[in-house]
């Protein structure tokens, strides 16, 4: 099962449209799950990330999607929904 970071902080509204998008994705069945990260907690994510959150990360990959994105462009980076 693939795996994914979503950062974000915890009074970010886009980061709340971000979790129900995946949330909306996982009611479909989809194959991932995720965590969030609180970019707040680190300078080094703060740093990397503050201008850009939310972010979703797949974990052990290089591969991101940066703010914004539409339901459509999450679907193509979470990969196909089952049938």
Do not use: N
Not at 28 to 37: E, I, P, Q, V
Not at 48 to 56: E, N, T
Request: aromatic content about 10%; charged content about 30%.
């Amino acid at each position: 099962m693939r795996q994914f970071i979503l950062y974000g902080t915890s009074a970010c509204h886009l980061c709340e449209l971000a979790e129900a998008m995946l949330e909306a994705r996982l009611d479909l069945g989809g194959d991932f799950s995720y965590r969030k990260a609180d970019i707040s907690e680190s300078d080094e994510l703060f740093e990397r990330y503050g201008l850009l959150i939310p972010v979703l990360r797949e974990e052990g990959l290089e591969r991101e999607l940066h703010w914004p994105f539409e339901p459509e462009e999450l679907h193509a980076f979470l990969g196909p929904a089952p049938a």
